[in-house]
């Protein structure tokens, strides 16, 4: 079994019992190493840039779903929405207006996911906590029929503190646990809770994600153990 193959198996078990999903993050890897997961039985990989999502959709079997989880630029928003499963970083409400609009005028509806500023770098994009409610609340009362609005996402400080990690995903679960509360029945598909990534994903998962976003530890599993 090759490297890939085997990391994700022991994802895989991980997961298994907490009824979580895998996104195989497959920026920066090469076409050699995406396709021996794609072999091992992964489906939903992830891009953080447009341009690579397209080209990769391009060149993997067809039954691959692939999902955005970078900052979205306006001027891409066209390109990305027929090709996208899943965008995870609504960052803005803006950017889901636009997200919005562009996908009525293709006539389609595009699934997404608001990303939240949880960590404590200020150079991290997303919405603020308080942000999160209000916005929700216009998507329940139907401003948005191009879109339907998934769950939330985030990502935890850069950081070896197990405490302060477990905090923000805790302030996360939280928040999402309150929005379906208020809005589970208006929002159908409000489920997901996307966090964790290779360094924190065992402390996500206690808290209740439902994807992991997993890069380095599928694709380059030795590096990460270091
Ligand atoms: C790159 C990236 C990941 C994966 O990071 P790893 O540490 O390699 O697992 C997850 N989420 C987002 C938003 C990313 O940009």
């Known amino acids: 079994m ?35 997961a794609y072999d091992a039985g992964q489906r939903i990989f992830a891009e953080n840039r447009v341009q690579e999502l397209l080209a990769k ?10 999902h955005f ?18 965008i995870h970083s609504v960052d803005s409400e803006t950017l889901l207006e636009q997200i919005n609009r562009e996908s009525q005028r293709l006539g389609i509806v595009t699934r997404v996911l608001l990303q939240v500023h949880i960590a404590q770098e200020a ?25 339907r609005v998934g769950g939330l996402m985030g990502m935890a400080s850069l950081c070896e503190d197990e405490r302060q990690i477990g905090k923000e995903f805790s302030g996360l679960s939280a928040l999402f646990s309150d929005a379906k509360d208020l809005y589970g029945t208006r929002l159908a598909d409000f489920k997901e809770l ?12 206690q808290y209740g994600s439902t994807m992991i976003r997993l890069g380095s530890g599928v694709f380059q599993p030795d590096d990460a153990q270091q």
């Open 123 to 147: 150079h991290k994009f997303g919405l603020k906590a308080e942000e999160v409610l209000p916005l929700l609340n216009r998507c329940a009362n139907g401003e948005f029929v191009g879109t």
């Open 69 to 86: 989880i970078g900052h979205l630029q306006s001027n891409k928003v066209r390109m990305l929405l027929p090709a996208v499963g899943l």
């Open 194 to 205: 996307s966090m964790g990534m290779s360094g924190d994903y065992p402390i996500a998962l």
């Open 57 to 66: 959709k391009a060149r993997f079997p067809s039954d691959c779903e692939w």
């Open 2 to 36: 090759n490297q890939v193959a085997a990391a994700l198996e022991l994802i895989d078990r991980a997961l298994r019992s907490k009824g979580a999903r895998l996104v195989a993050v497959s920026k920066y890897q090469t076409d050699e190493r995406v396709m021996m």
